[in-house]
Each structure stands twice: as C-alpha cells, then as structure tokens.
C-alpha cells in the first residue's frame, strides 16, 4: 500500500482546501482510510475517518460540520474537504489505511503517507 497525499498550501482564515490521498497500488478497495494530523510540537491526532465502501464516516469534534471526507474508488482516492480553515488547523496532514475497522487510533494503521503541510494564516 502505497500513498501520496497532496493539496496542501498556504490559506487564510476562513478559506477552504481539499487534500487527495492516491493510493498506488490495486488494494484500495480493501482499506478503511483515515485522515491525521501533527502541529508542531504536539502529538499525531485523528481527523476524519472513512471505511471501505464509504457508508462510514467519523470526524473529531473540532472539525465537525467543516471538514468532509470522501473516497472515489475509481480513482483509489481518498478527499478531506476543509472548509472555514482556522489558525488552529495548521498542522502536517497524514492520510493512513487499514484493513479492518474505522478506528480514531493512530497505532491501529499500518500504512502512511508522507505528509502535506496545510497552513492557515490569522
């Protein structure tokens, strides 16, 4: 399993992204994906998670109501739509996959992408 994330920029307060995670190989319909994330400093924090098929979604409570996740199977993607972009939010975001259950914990993914830079000016 490999993944590449992208989209990831320079924004001001209020302002929307949307990151892409590419999943290399032809396993992509296996995998439940999850979206992390890591400011300076602190700890890897889940985001957003999204289970195979995309019947099953979960965000933390400081993204609720702003962020999406979506998948196109298609395309062996994975999107974080990122709307009313906060200082807050800046932080490296990490796209992950697993083979079994949505889970919010970071240990429980085997597989990582190398990280986009999202940074969101006051």
């Known amino acids: 399993v490999h993944l590449v994330e992208s989209g990831g920029g320079l924004v001001q307060t209020g302002d929307s992204l949307r990151l892409s995670c590419v999943e290399g190989?032809?396993?992509?319909?296996?995998?439940?994906m999850g979206w992390f994330r890591q400011a300076p400093g602190k700890e890897r924090e889940f985001v957003t998670s999204?289970?195979?098929?995309?019947?099953?979604?979960d965000y933390a409570d400081s993204v609720k109501g702003r962020f999406t996740i979506s998948r196109d199977g298609a395309k062996n993607t994975v999107f974080l739509h990122m709307n009313n972009l906060k200082p807050e939010d800046t932080a490296v975001y990490y796209c992950?996959?697993?083979?079994?259950?949505?889970?919010?914990?970071?240990?429980?993914?085997?597989?990582w992408g190398q990280g986009t830079q999202v940074t969101v000016a006051s």
């Open positions: 999204i289970n195979w098929n995309g019947t099953i979604t």
């Open positions: 992950a996959a697993r083979a079994l259950s949505v889970s919010r914990r970071r240990d429980d993914y085997a597989y």
């Open positions: 190989g032809r396993t992509f319909g296996n995998y439940d």
